[in-house]
Nanobody
Framework: QVQLVESGGGLVQAGGSLRLSCASS????????MGWFRQAPGKDREFLAA????????LYGNSVKDRFAISKDNAKDTVYLQMNSLKPDDTAVYYC???????????WGQGTQVTVSS
């Protein structure tokens, strides 16, 4: 069972930046896509970004595509989410997820809290 561990969350002022990291514990699992999601209190989980593990194809949610950037380091089995121009509405728990096939995400991290103050 692969484990995903997010890090890099915290408190930041509006307009600031944060970089989240997601490291996976088992390199033997097939990686098709890794993605980032978030969930704010009382709201549904929101898709933010995804990256194919083979190649560099990326996909972004409309609400963040101009401010966030997903990247990866295959050698470190780590995916990153660079978040710029943060807004109070970006306050949420951020999760990374791993899809081993095209059918959907199979594994999820525990989440990291991001709080943006006004």
């Amino acid at each position: 069972q692969v484990q995903l561990v997010e890090s890099g969350g915290g408190l930041v002022q509006a307009g600031g930046s944060l970089r989240l990291s997601c490291a996976s514990s088992d390199r033997t699992f097939n990686r098709y896509t890794m993605g980032w999601f978030r969930q704010a209190p009382g709201k549904d989980r929101e898709f933010l970004a995804a990256i194919r593990w083979s190649g560099d194809s990326t996909l972004y949610g409309n609400s963040v595509k101009d401010r966030f950037a997903i990247s990866k380091d295959n050698a470190k089995d780590t995916v990153y989410l660079q978040m710029n121009s943060l807004k109070p509405d970006d306050t949420a728990v951020y999760y990374c997820a791993l899809a081993t096939t095209s059918l959907g995400y199979d594994y999820w991290g525990q989440g990291t809290q991001v709080t943006v103050s006004s």
